[in-house]
């Protein structure tokens, strides 16, 4: 018997098996990947399969939206925009545990790149667009539609959309009904350069460190920390 690939938990995950595997394979590949390999041809990353699954995400996105909901263009055009942006995008690679399947060079790896939104975002995008080259479009659109289900669900009510709330007003909420005080963000480092910085905020709550968030922005950082706590609070509800 053949060896299992280490890619088929993932693939399970995913509800599709693939046909050209190689495909999956450089969805997962990093550009700090492909810049750390020497010798040999020149290695792929999944940039340009990342440009194709921003079109296919957009496209199946929009035909979600147009179908469920008789709101005007622009209302369209918003939900679409929270739907596909880094945090959601981010969040759905986690619950699919992207970030276990990167391949990811040593310094990115290092600075805990398999947590980045940014990296997670874009990997997302890249399976997407291998999911489409492998099957086609229709299998590319089940899957997004089964991964998107609930936010699409969100976002449709009585024919009309509604833009999703600050997770920073979500944690303060769920930490006060549970009785654990109320959150406070806080610097913990700052790096690349000057023109282009990239914050790392803490959300901290009774003393203790719940998650953190980097963003381009220290707001942004600090609603990346606390959709990040949101999330580690409702995984640990749902274990019980």
């Known amino acids: 018997m053949m060896d299992p690939s280490p890619l088929a938990p993932l693939e399970k995950s995913l509800g ?31 940039e340009r399969l990342e440009f194709l699954g921003d079109a296919v995400l957009d496209l199946v996105i929009s035909e979600e939206l147009y179908r469920s909901s008789a709101s005007s263009e622009g209302r369209l055009t918003r939900a679409r925009a929270m739907l596909v942006r880094r945090e959601t995008l981010a969040r759905h690679a986690r619950s699919l545990k992207l970030g276990n399947y990167l391949r990811l060079g040593k310094g990115e790896r290092a600075s805990g790149g398999q947590d980045k939104d940014s990296i997670l975002a874009d990997a997302l995008e890249s399976v997407i667009a ?111």
Do not use: C
């Open 16 to 46: 599709h098996s693939f046909s050209d595997l190689s495909l999956l394979t450089r969805a997962l590949s990093h550009r700090s990947w492909a810049k750390d390999q020497t010798g040999g041809p020149k290695r792929e990353d999944n």
């Open 130 to 240: 291998a999911i489409y080259l492998d099957a086609g479009l229709s299998s590319a659109a089940n899957f997004v539609g089964t991964l998107f289900a609930d936010d699409l669900a969100r976002r449709a009510q009585d024919g009309d959309l509604h833009a999703p709330r600050d997770p920073r007003t979500e944690l303060q909420e769920a930490l006060q009904a549970a009785r654990r005080g109320t959150p406070s963000y806080r610097l913990a480092s700052s790096s690349g350069p000057d023109h282009m910085p990239t914050w790392t905020m803490e959300v901290v709550a009774g003393g203790t460190i719940l998650a953190e968030g980097q963003g381009s922005s220290k707001q942004d950082a600090a609603r990346q920390a606390a959709a990040r706590a949101l999330e580690l609070l409702r995984n640990k509800d749902a274990d019980g």
